[in-house]
């Protein structure tokens, strides 16, 4: 499976806009870009998903370089409910015949602080 | 109510015994999963499931076994506990007719497992 590289950790301040910077340079033609968080004792959550265009939800924004080779989500407003481990994970389409995809592969994440 | 739930949601338990852990789901979904995932490490699969009939290996199987009784329901087997299973385990699930590479997985709260 293609590997991800985050930052281990970054901070914001509550209110401004959050950038986190993922990068994929083995990513294949096919792979997704997921993202997920996991807020303190909780389990992840889904954040957004995209293939090639940059994409848009309620929680946060997805962009996608025009290599494929890194993405950043982004969180236009932090809160501090938004303090949390960022997950960037690429998800890989079905092999020709096989049943190799399904599984998340997590990697250690970001650790997003948020200061009031 | 919660959509993923799993009991019990803290357990102690003693070397060598045989523990387990429930997952249950109401979202209709076919495939669930379960991670776990130890302090300073991203989650880890431990096995998956696509259907009843459909179990598979994650990458962390060996000590673990799993029992999908029903669609909605996916056991997790310690058959004789040792401390390094001591972790935070995750049950997952994932629609597999949102399309292959889109699918998301939906995550329970967690069972805090302690093994002395």
């Known amino acids: 499976d293609a590997k991800t590289t985050q930052p281990n950790s970054m901070e914001s301040n509550e209110e401004e806009p959050v950038h986190l910077p993922c990068n994929h340079s083995?990513?294949?033609?096919?792979?997704?870009i997921h993202w997920y968080r996991q807020l303190p004792s909780q389990g992840p959550e889904y954040v957004i998903h995209g293939l090639t265009s940059n994409v848009n939800n309620r929680m946060a924004s997805l962009a996608i370089a025009e290599d494929r080779k890194s993405s950043t989500l982004i969180l236009h407003r932090a809160t501090l409910r938004d303090a949390a481990v960022y997950y960037c994970?690429?998800?890989?389409?079905?092999?020709?015949?096989?049943?190799?995809?399904?599984?998340?592969?997590f990697g250690q994440g970001t650790i997003l602080t948020v200061h009031p | 109510d919660a959509d993923v739930t799993q009991t019990p949601r803290n357990r102690i338990t003693k070397t060598g015994k045989r523990i387990m852990l429930e997952c249950s789901q109401t979202?209709?979904?076919?495939?669930m999963y379960w991670y776990r995932q130890d302090p300073g490490l991203g989650l880890r699969l431990i096995y998956y499931s696509f259907d009843v009939k459909d179990i598979n290996k994650g990458e962390i199987s060996d000590g673990y076994s799993v029992s999908r009784q029903a669609q909605a329901k996916f056991s997790l087997s310690l058959e004789s506990a040792i401390p390094n299973q001591t972790a935070l385990y995750f049950c997952a699930t994932s629609d597999r007719a949102s399309g292959q590479g889109r699918e998301t997985q939906y995550f329970g709260p967690g069972t805090r497992l302690l093994v002395l």
């Open positions: 979202k209709g979904h076919d495939r």
């Open positions: 083995t990513i294949s033609g096919t792979d997704y």
């Open positions: 994970i690429l998800r890989p389409t079905r092999l020709a015949g096989g049943t190799s995809y399904g599984k998340l592969t």
